[in-house]
């Protein structure tokens, strides 16, 4: 059973932060060393445009009251990261206060916490452009490149659909000719 199976199956067919059960796929919690079930949530593509800025609706995620009692520490930590951009709301912060993660979960959750304290206050994948980049994205290359080790040549204006973000924010993963490569972001722009 591949990924999207498992997950589909765990979540019924509904988003696991929402519980929409339009446009699902498959969304990796970062930092992504390995990409299993437990580091990856099923999302709908509301919830996947809006978790990278999640007070540009935060009346959308009043959905987390719900989902944040999942069993799944992948989708704990995704409710976890979401309140606490959200924490200046009065009904985000009673959630927050409430949320229980062990020690494990919380250090996945706290992964990419800066310095400062501000949680996901990482770098930004950007394109060639400067167009920020976020996982499920679609992409075209602007320079044709040799991939080695598979023995072809990516040509310029390829596009490679749904997009993984990597923990360098110069790489990304996608698939070319049905192989899963890393590309750099240099030599690729955001598909419209």
Not at 4 to 28: D, F, G, H, P
Not at 34 to 56: F, G, L, Q, W
Not at 101 to 114: I, N, P, Q, V, Y
Request: aromatic letters at 6%; proline letters at 3%; charged letters at 25%.
């Amino acid at each position: 059973m591949n990924l999207e199976s498992t997950l589909l199956k765990r979540c019924n067919s509904k988003c696991e932060l929402c519980s929409s059960s339009a446009s699902l796929t498959v969304y990796n919690v970062p930092p992504v060393t390995e990409v299993s079930a437990d580091n990856s949530i099923m999302i709908c593509d509301t919830c996947r445009k809006k978790v990278s800025d999640p007070s540009s609706d935060v009346n959308h995620w009043r959905c987390l009251n719900e989902s944040m009692w999942s069993e799944f520490p992948a989708v704990l930590v995704m409710a976890w990261r979401i309140l606490n951009k959200l924490s200046t709301n009065d009904w985000a912060r009673d959630l927050l206060d409430q949320l229980f993660l062990d020690e494990e979960t919380l250090k996945f959750a706290e992964a990419l916490k800066s310095d400062d304290g501000d949680v996901d206050n990482v770098k930004s994948t950007k394109d060639s452009n400067g167009t920020i980049l976020i996982e499920g994205d679609s992409v075209t290359l602007i320079k044709d490149l040799e991939v080695k080790g598979a023995n072809f040549t990516a040509k310029r204006g390829t596009l490679v659909k749904n997009i993984s973000l990597t923990s360098n924010p110069e790489q990304i993963e996608g698939r070319v000719n049905g192989t899963l490569i890393v590309l750099l972001t240099c030599f690729l722009k955001k598909a419209i």
